[in-house]
């Protein structure tokens, strides 16, 4: 996953984030002095995402980032149709298509657009384009859905998959490729990163506008431009089950906090988590949440999806795009 590449959002750019870093053994560890009765985990098959209502993760929408020079507003149009059509809902759906279902990135971005989403779009003056991908199935299945935009707009498109974002983003500075779907909070610490040294002040937020205006005024000084960002994101979220949601009647990660703060409450995640501010003590500091116990399992993966699922945890970091929580 892309939390996995090195470059998650915000602090991760210095090896902060809840995502990155060699997970430890499983294990279960109890914390001292908490207070509150918390919340005894609830097992169940369906998992939900609470929402982050006071924005502790750093926005990582998805974004056309764009070699300036070939930047016209046909090809940026065309790129903004896409980023219109895959809404949060679509982006796990087409992550389910992939992980589950065991379709390719093509196909299932042409089925995608074979349901009309990527309709009205506007032909230009054409030429070639090559499209980059990082190597994971859901940006590539991201790179198809440009290039069937692209192509609907008169340009002769083709993916590349070429790795990681190391390798790219040189890449598409210099015009050897074109066009890469992003992660907006993602890139904008990558490029931080590159023109700050190697601990600049965080510039990624939970603000998207902000954000934005960041990531397009770094971009400006490397040759991008960047397309509209999506409303979907690929970033790091805490899940529930179900049955823990309605037993609890919790959706938020405030309401979380209010009623199932204390001693029954585990936390689970990467091992990692307890030193991360986007995990544990972001948490801890943001929501006034206190656990019980944290159990060391992996960075929104099969361990942490088991252990909500099976009832031995109460709360688990996941990530936002994840198939698992697809509707249908």
């Known amino acids: 996953m892309r939390a996995a590449l090195g470059v998650a959002v915000g602090l991760a750019t ?23 009765a918390g919340c005894v985990p609830v097992a169940g098959e369906q998992l939900v995402m609470l929402t982050d209502d006071k924005k502790l993760q750093a926005v990582d929408n ?35 298509a992939t992980d589950v279902d065991r379709k390719t990135p ?7 657009a074979a349901s009309g989403k990527l309709a009205g779009i506007a032909k230009g003056a054409g ?8 190597n994971f199935s859901e940006n590539e299945t991201l790179g198809e859905l440009y290039r069937i935009a692209l192509e609907a707009a ?26 890469v779907p992003e992660y907006v909070g993602t890139l904008t610490e990558f490029l931080n990163k590159k023109a700050n040294g190697a601990s600049p002040a965080p510039l990624a937020s939970g603000d998207l506008d902000k954000t934005v205006a960041a990531l397009t005024d770094l971009g400006s000084k490397v040759g991008l431009k ?33 009623k199932c703060s204390g001693r029954a409450t585990v936390l689970g995640g990467p091992a990692e988590c307890p030193q991360r501010p986007f995990c544990q ?30 009832g031995a945890v109460s709360i688990g970091l996941v990530l936002s795009s994840d198939a698992a929580f697809a509707t249908s």
Do not use: H, W
């Open 127 to 134: 030429g070639k384009i090559t499209i980059g991908a990082a």
């Open 14 to 36: 210095v090896g902060l984030a809840a995502g990155c870093g060699k997970a430890g053994s499983s294990g279960t560890q109890a914390a001292k002095d908490v207070q509150g």
């Open 226 to 258: 960047f397309g509209k960002p999506s409303q979907a994101a690929d970033q790091n979220a805490f899940a529930v089950t179900k049955a823990f949601a309605d037993k609890y009647k919790v959706s938020t990660l405030s309401e979380f906090a209010d």
């Open 154 to 179: 008169g340009y002769q498109a083709t993916v590349q998959k070429i790795g990681n974002r190391e390798l790219y983003e040189p890449a598409l500075e210099k015009g050897d490729i074109q066009v």
């Open 106 to 112: 093509k196909a299932a971005a042409e089925e995608f």
């Open 281 to 310: 003590p972001g948490l801890e500091q943001t929501y006034k949440m206190q656990f019980g116990k944290f159990a060391s399992l992996d960075a929104g993966g099969p361990q942490t999806k088991n252990a909500l699922r099976t």
């Open 62 to 96: 998805l974004i056309p980032a764009i070699n300036a020079k070939a930047a016209d507003p046909t090809l940026v149009a065309a790129l903004d149709k896409v980023s219109t059509a895959v809404g949060a809902k679509e982006l796990v759906a087409l992550n389910k």
